[in-house]
């Protein structure tokens, strides 16, 4: 394999560090950006020895400009990837996502890029009723968040067109596994709900439970990124689907950890929450025919291995690391 330079962007939170890894184990060589603004500075000593990091915010040109200074290929994930928050803070989340977005892809087109590889959400599907969500529905965003990782997509095709800077969009869905933060007010439902079951505590749930989400494996999220970011082919601007193919309800996700945790804990049942989405599945056929993408890691593997990276053989410490 061609060994690249990569920049891999909010290298700092959950996916950033899979693909992080990921990259250094293929032998690329990495620099990665992040600003520590949804992760935990004092994570800075768990990130790899063997790549270059730069602190500080892609909205910063100057810091951006240094970032793509010799770079071949751009994993772009820095943002603040939560719904609630967005809907508290929608200008910090506008900041984050599009002013990042344009800044980095400003310096991107300068400086001879040769793709840039964004993260997107499903979220940008909104509440369509149709399901499987294909990319070429018409998006409905529901929150800041929604419109933001929108708008991020359309400079990616703008600049693509106007700029000829090569780029792809992928909508991930309902990304889990190892190393995502179980604490905190905007914490990601499978983490949150592994931390207070293990704990012997009821998981609350917005709504009735039966609302579905395509819960995939960060593994698959990382494999696609990274084979999106080397596939030969031009992607020129393109939104590609990745998710599992598979919808589960949340009800579906508490009876299967508390199989996985030996527990009997049943939900407690809340008003649903305003920007929530009541149904989410990916059609992956779009990924598939362009970049090879199979999903390989099912459903209950994939939160027995979350488990085990949370606890471990240490016990239920709350620990978590990737
Ligand atoms: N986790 C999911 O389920 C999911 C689903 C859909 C899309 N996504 C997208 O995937 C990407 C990665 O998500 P994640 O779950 O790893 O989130 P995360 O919060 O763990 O990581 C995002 C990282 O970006 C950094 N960051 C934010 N704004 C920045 C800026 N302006 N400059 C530099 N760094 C900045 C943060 O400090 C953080 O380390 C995000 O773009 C998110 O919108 C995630």
Do not use: W
């Amino acid at each position: 394999m061609r060994q690249e330079c990569f920049l891999v962007t909010g290298c700092a939170g959950f996916i950033g560090r899979h693909i992080l890894r990921r990259l250094l184990a293929d032998g690329h060589s990495v620099r990665g950006i992040d600003d520590f603004s949804t992760s935990d500075r004092k994570t800075r000593k768990e990130l790899p020895r063997n790549f270059e990091f730069i602190e500080g915010s892609l909205c910063d040109p100057e810091k951006a400009a240094a970032a793509i200074s010799g770079i071949d290929r751009v994993i772009h994930l820095a943002s603040i990837p939560s719904v609630p928050r967005s809907l508290e803070n929608p200008r910090e989340s506008a900041m984050s996502s599009v002013i990042g977005t344009v800044t980095l892809l400003d310096a991107a087109a300068r400086s001879g890029v040769r793709r840039i590889v964004q993260a997107s959400s499903s979220s940008v599907y909104g509440d369509s009723p149709v399901l499987p969500r294909i990319e070429s529905d018409s998006p409905r965003p529901l929150s800041p968040y929604a419109a933001a990782k929108l708008a991020q997509e359309q400079y990616a095709s703008v600049f693509a067109k106007c700029r000829g800077l090569d780029s792809v969009s992928l909508r991930y869905f309902n990304v889990f596994g190892p190393g995502q933060n179980p604490n905190g007010p905007y914490a990601a439902v499978v983490p949150k709900f592994i931390r207070l079951m293990a704990g012997g505590k009821r998981p609350e749930i917005y709504g009735d439970g039966n609302q579905t989400r395509d819960f995939t494996h960060v593994d698959d999220v990382a494999a696609a990124t990274i084979g999106a970011s080397l596939v030969s082919r031009p992607l020129r601007g393109e939104t590609i689907n990745i998710g599992s193919g598979k919808g589960r309800s949340l009800n579906e996700l508490a009876t299967c950890l508390n199989e996985i945790l030996g527990t009997c804990l049943e939900p407690v049942y809340a008003r649903p929450r305003p920007g929530d989405v009541r149904n989410s599945l990916a059609d992956i056929a779009k990924a598939e025919r362009l970049l090879g993408y199979l999903p390989s890691v099912p459903f209950r593997e994939g939160l027995e291995r979350t488990v085990a990276s949370m606890f471990g053989k240490k016990g239920k410490s709350g620990k978590f690391s990737v």
